[in-house]
């Protein structure tokens, strides 16, 4: 077993991953309940801080042709939340391709708990340095805000259960890249998707900010006060993708129980358990839920 795991170590840790993590709605529906919940002091300092955000001139036209009545510092946050994703493989000087996830490998045979497999320049780290550079006096304004960025939107990753694993088993010798590869149909009459991209979409898909800004109300008015004792107030990100793995195993692979298929065969993958879904959708919301609480009290801190 321990030659076997060394292996793996060797070949998912070569593996990317897409950027994405949850649907831009999921990122800004994060965001805006992150900053309704701010107190006002610190919603000024962070809105002065997005103002010297390299894409803010564009942002901040972008608001001014809205048709939608929100808050300047409201628009930024969600506009930054999703940043990360847009400057994916575009030569920013700010893009950093595996800052978004980290792949704890799951091992069907008992799910034994291995070490991370991107331990250097992961999403854990990616919070830790970012959260670094905004308490450093330091720092230009310029570098700041776009770790701003990156924290808003790689604590909504970090909380999405696929960008904390990689499955192994003989289907997926080498990983299935955070569900990337493996294969599932929602329903009888769908093609397929893979397990990956099905999750990331529980939040919506729309990517208008109205959608984004009323599933924020509704998502915080319903979940918020009920889970914010429940929520473990340390810093811990590795505890927060550890969190993420379970969640991985026991709802998204279900148990390993799951077939998954490979992309050549997505038209006759496995359909999907009848209560998979609702399920599904309840534990993303929940999880975004968390991800605010969490960057909330992280951004009170800095």
């Given at each position: 077993m321990?030659?076997?795991?060394?292996i793996?170590?060797?070949?998912i840790?070569c593996?990317?991953?897409?950027?994405?993590?949850?649907?831009?709605?999921?990122?800004?529906?994060?965001?805006?309940?992150t900053?309704?919940?701010?107190?006002d002091?610190?919603?000024?300092e962070?809105?002065?801080?997005?103002?010297?955000?390299?894409?803010?001139?564009?942002?901040?036209?972008?608001?001014a042709?809205?048709?939608?009545?929100?808050?300047?510092?409201?628009?930024?946050?969600?506009?930054a939340?999703?940043?990360?994703?847009?400057?994916?493989?575009k030569?920013?000087?700010?893009?950093?391709?595996?800052?978004?996830?980290?792949n704890f490998?799951?091992?069907?045979?008992?799910f034994p708990?291995?070490?991370?497999?991107?331990?250097d320049?992961?999403v854990?780290?990616a919070?830790?340095?970012?959260?670094?550079?905004?308490?450093?006096a330091s720092?230009?304004k310029?570098?700041?805000?776009?770790?701003?960025?990156w924290?808003?939107?790689?604590?909504g990753?970090?909380?999405q259960?696929?960008?904390c694993v990689?499955?192994?088993n003989l289907?997926?010798p080498?990983g299935?890249?955070?569900?990337n590869?493996?294969?599932v149909?929602?329903?009888?009459?769908?093609?397929?998707m893979?397990?990956?991209?099905?999750?990331?979409?529980?939040?919506?898909?729309s990517?208008r900010?109205?959608?984004?800004?009323?599933?924020a109300?509704?998502?915080?008015?319903q979940?918020?006060?009920?889970?914010?004792a429940?929520?473990?107030p340390?810093?811990?990100?590795?505890?927060?993708?550890l969190?993420g793995?379970e969640?991985a195993?026991?709802?998204?692979y279900?148990?390993?129980?799951?077939?998954?298929?490979v992309?050549e065969?997505?038209?006759?993958?496995?359909?999907?358990?009848?209560?998979y879904?609702?399920r599904?959708?309840?534990?993303?919301?929940e999880?975004a839920?968390?991800?605010?609480?969490?960057?909330?009290?992280v951004?009170s801190e800095l």
């Amino acid at each position: 077993m321990k030659k076997l795991m060394v292996i793996l170590v060797l070949i998912i840790g070569c593996q990317t991953l897409p950027a994405q993590a949850w649907s831009r709605n999921g990122h800004m529906i994060i965001a805006a309940m992150t900053y309704r919940a701010l107190p006002d002091a610190l919603k000024a300092e962070y809105t002065a801080l997005l103002r010297q955000h390299p894409d803010y001139e564009k942002w901040a036209a972008l608001h001014a042709e809205l048709r939608v009545d929100i808050d300047l510092g409201e628009f930024l946050f969600m506009r930054a939340s999703v940043w990360p994703d847009e400057i994916r493989r575009k030569g920013n000087a700010y893009d950093h391709p595996t800052w978004h996830y980290t792949n704890f490998p799951v091992i069907t045979d008992g799910f034994p708990l291995e070490e991370t497999l991107t331990p250097d320049n992961d999403v854990i780290f990616a919070i830790n340095e970012s959260a670094r550079i905004l308490r450093d006096a330091s720092a230009t304004k310029v570098d700041q805000a776009a770790h701003l960025s990156w924290i808003l939107h790689t604590i909504g990753d970090i909380h999405q259960p696929m960008h904390c694993v990689a499955l192994v088993n003989l289907v997926y010798p080498q990983g299935d890249r955070g569900g990337n590869l493996f294969f599932v149909r929602p329903s009888e009459n769908s093609r397929g998707m893979n397990l990956h991209a099905y999750w990331d979409g529980l939040l919506g898909t729309s990517g208008r900010i109205q959608d984004a800004r009323n599933d924020a109300t509704l998502l915080w008015s319903q979940l918020a006060a009920g889970m914010e004792a429940d929520v473990n107030p340390d810093f811990d990100v590795r505890g927060w993708a550890l969190e993420g793995r379970e969640i991985a195993i026991t709802h998204v692979y279900l148990e390993g129980e799951l077939d998954g298929a490979v992309e050549e065969a997505r038209h006759v993958a496995v359909v999907l358990p009848e209560t998979y879904g609702r399920r599904a959708k309840s534990i993303a919301q929940e999880r975004a839920v968390i991800a605010s609480l969490r960057l909330l009290r992280v951004l009170s801190e800095l």
